[in-house]
């Protein structure tokens, strides 16, 4: 067998192209943005929650809310270092441990929240909401829960919605997850509405059913990301930014080789190291036909070129391909 192996040229964000670069660097100051605003949330929620199960399901939420940007933040700092011998492969697949951090914390906060919401119903805990006295008149403190929580999740829907749009062009999965969480905040701001006015109308244990929804979305969010994440650290066939399937370059690729006219099979092993793919191709070339090391430069140079995310490749020339070992479809 002859193969021939791409070194690897450096970090995927010094090799980023210039539109995925200032990409990134909006993404990165949406994060800081998101940081502030979530900080500010934090302070206000927390200041008007009182008793209600569902307020202070949503502070936490608002709490967790700063894993995922944080992540993302480490994650972009720490692939800026070019491979190593210690790390071959670079230290792109700091973004996949990004992913599976913030996964676990949603998970575990998910968990202890359903359980404090289970455990109020089961209790029959009747949370207050007293009279608050605001320049000489006294209103219902629901209102200010209620004002505090259109106010403070609108900007996050916003921010949320910007940055699912940035998430694609840079195969960034981080930055989707926590995108997605923030532009379903709407949802978590709703829920802990009903539950107050349930509380205001006597409804006691609709605070704790509010409670119970946002804790079962967190929770819902943890096990998808975490699920998605550990997909990838396992080497599972390469997907899309947002997990919805297969990644279609893995076809691309292997489609590639098969209009090279030396190539009689093709398949592609694409591996996801976070913003950047490995991609074991291995080729089965015409009978009695031994390609040469400038010919395997070139199909290399070829799939590089199909899209900036393949920046790892690997030639491998075989006899004959194993499809238990190179499945075509997966």
Do not use: C
Not at 43 to 63: F, P
Not at 142 to 166: D, E, F, H, N, Q
């Amino acid at each position: 067998m002859l193969t021939r192996t791409e070194p690897a040229l450096g970090s995927g964000v010094e090799r980023l192209p210039d539109e995925q670069r200032e990409t990134l660097r909006k993404a990165v100051r949406l994060e800081w943005i998101t940081i502030g605003w979530i900080i500010l949330t934090v302070i206000l929620v927390g200041l008007v929650a009182g008793q209600s199960q569902a307020m202070k399901s949503a502070w936490a939420e608002d709490m967790i809310s700063l894993v995922p940007p944080i992540a993302f933040l480490v994650a972009t700092r720490i692939i800026k270092s070019p491979p190593s011998r210690k790390h071959p492969y670079g230290p792109h697949r700091a973004i996949a441990v990004a992913h599976l951090v913030a996964g676990v914390a949603l998970l575990a906060m998910g968990l202890f929240l359903v359980y404090g919401a289970v455990s109020a119903l089961i209790n029959v805990e009747k949370p207050p909401i007293g009279l608050l006295v605001l320049f000489g008149q006294e209103f219902w403190s629901g209102w200010l829960m209620i004002a505090v929580m259109v106010i403070t999740s609108i900007p996050m829907v916003i921010l949320g919605r910007i940055k699912i749009k940035l998430a694609k062009p840079l195969h960034d999965k981080v930055l989707y997850a926590d995108a997605d969480m923030a532009k379903a905040d709407w949802g978590t701001a709703v829920a802990t509405i009903v539950g107050v006015l349930g509380i205001g109308v006597g409804l006691w244990w609709a605070d704790a059913i509010a409670a119970l929804v946002i804790s079962a979305s967190i929770l819902k969010d943890g096990v998808t990301n975490i699920r998605a994440s550990i997909s990838g650290l396992s080497d599972a066939r390469a997907t899309t930014y947002d997990n919805s399937g297969p990644h279609p370059l893995t076809d691309e690729v292997e489609e590639l080789a098969r209009r090279i006219d030396w190539v009689d099979q093709a398949r592609a092993r694409v591996r996801d190291q976070g913003h950047i793919f490995h991609t074991e191709m291995f080729v089965v070339p015409v009978e009695d036909y031994m390609p040469t090391p400038v010919q395997l430069d070139e199909l290399t140079e070829q799939i590089a070129d199909l899209d900036w995310k393949l920046q790892d490749v690997v030639i491998a020339v075989v006899s004959e391909i194993d499809p238990q070992q190179v499945p075509a479809e997966q």
